[in-house]
């Protein structure tokens, strides 16, 4: 059997991030950035008001008291917004709304507050120090800054950041596009009524939902039963859109696992018995005209989705160009005893908790039987036995990888 390590080493040889292209902002977003943006301008852009008040001199204020206001003439009110601003003189106030720039001449804000809240004088009831609520102009991002080099990964944060330097396009490795198919005369859309011997198509459901929080565009199409007309016109159809091909199901040893026949006419497609469990059998390689990468992954619901995780998500993030390949793992103790096949690598349901002092524990989910699907839905996370471990004590400690929903 082909170790682990090397198919995914296969795999991440073969793949490609894909070609950069020039973005929209907002549909830039969750993709990686391929160059270094630069600030034009300070943020903020000019000095300006962090609270609602009156733009005041500090020394016009220094003896201000609640028993002893001072009151001073207020001589301009500056909503955000206003781009005429004039300078105020010594003993004079100007009524100032947050975010609007701090008039020439004052050097510090009251808050409304701490005031009597006049509009054409104002009684200032507390003394303010210089440069007292203002924000000042390059505080935050200096003119010329490099704000995110190529390589980052643009979260909802960084896209606010590029449209407040300004950015209306940037430059990023799109998302890949990948297609998910199920294979199997057995299936049905959820949705429809089955008869006895169907069962409801969940692969597809699964793996797009997973492809898509890997950071893919994932397309889901109707289950194919087991024929190969059927299964090589439907491939063929959607490689017009694909970066990437799932297929699930039809690649072990059965008399209708068709997948290897057809794919073998569309390209070069090499089948593994990999050394783990679930998902001992694999498909990888590319097809069509443009060498489009392609899984075809075992049928069974968790040998589907652990695939996925252990070579899928990684080639994806690779197209991405996302500098973070691999989920985080952590290292856990164990909290009952766990049996592993002896010479595969078992990737185990599980729960893992975290304590406050940082550290990990880790129970196995039941059976681990790749079927069982309602104990994959309650996993937080896959322990990973080493090939030559067939038992694992509770106490020990365990690698596990964290199956956490962030797509960074
Ligand atoms: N004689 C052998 N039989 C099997 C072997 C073997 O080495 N020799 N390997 C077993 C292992 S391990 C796995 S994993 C499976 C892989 O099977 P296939 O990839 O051929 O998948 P199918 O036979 O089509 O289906 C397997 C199982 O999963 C159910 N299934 C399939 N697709 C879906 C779907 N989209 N949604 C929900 N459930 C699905 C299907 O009904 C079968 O129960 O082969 C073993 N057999
Ligand atoms: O490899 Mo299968 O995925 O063991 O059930
Ligand atoms: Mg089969």
């Known amino acids: 059997m082909k170790r682990v ?10 793949v490609r991030p894909l070609g950069e292209l020039d973005f929209q902002l907002i549909d830039a977003h969750g993709c990686v950035l391929t160059e270094d943006v630069v600030a034009p301008w300070n943020l903020p852009q ?3 008001t962090a609270m609602d008040g009156y733009a005041v001199r500090a020394e016009d204020v220094a003896d201000a008291s609640e028993e002893q206001p001072v009151e001073l003439p207020v001589v301009a009110d500056i909503p955000a917004g206003d781009t005429e601003i004039n300078a105020i003189g010594p003993g004079l106030a100007a009524r100032i709304m947050t975010g609007a720039p701090v008039p020439p001449g004052a050097d510090a804000i009251v808050p409304v507050e701490q005031t009597d809240a006049g509009t054409a004088r104002v009684g200032i009831r507390a003394a303010a120090k210089v440069g007292a609520h203002i924000r000042r102009a390059g505080g935050d991002v200096v003119s010329g800054d490099v704000v995110l080099g190529a390589g980052t990964y643009l979260g909802a944060a960084q896209i606010g950041l590029l449209a407040a330097v300004g950015r209306d396009r940037v430059v990023i490795r799109p998302r890949p596009r990948v297609v998910v198919i199920s294979t199997g005369s057995e299936l049905v859309e959820p949705g429809y009524p089955l008869a006895m011997g169907q069962i409801t198509d969940s692969n597809s459901y699964s793996l797009t939902a997973a492809a898509r929080e890997a ?6 199409v109707p289950p194919v039963p087991d ?9 063929e159809d959607q490689l017009i859109r694909a970066d990437m091909v799932i297929t699930t199901g039809g690649v072990s040893a059965g008399a209708y696992d068709i997948v290897k026949e057809v794919l073998s006419e569309l390209g070069t497609v090499n089948f593994d018995k990999v050394a783990m469990q679930p998902g001992k059998p694999q498909g990888f390689g590319t097809i069509g005209e443009d060498a489009t990468p392609i899984f075809t992954l075992p049928g069974n619901p968790v040998s589907a989705f652990v695939s996925f995780e252990v070579f899928v998500r990684p080639a994806i993030r690779k197209m991405l160009g996302s500098p973070r390949l691999h989920r985080p793992s952590v290292k856990a103790v164990l909290q009952e005893r766990l049996y592993s096949p002896d010479g595969r690598r078992q990737f185990a349901r599980a729960q893992v908790q975290s304590a406050n002092d940082g550290s990990h524990q880790v129970r196995p989910l039941g059976a681990q039987q790749s079927h069982l699907i309602g104990d994959l839905a309650a996993a937080n996370a896959l322990i990973v036995v080493p090939e030559h471990v067939t038992e694992v004590a509770a106490g020990q400690v365990v690698d596990t990888v964290l199956l956490e929903r962030r797509r960074e």
């Open 227 to 235: 024929d190969k007309e059927r299964l090589l016109g439907l491939i």
């Open 215 to 220: 950071g893919a565009i994932a397309y889901r």
């Open 5 to 14: 390590a090397d198919h995914l080493s296969d795999i991440l040889g073969a």
């Open 46 to 48: 000019f000095d300006n």
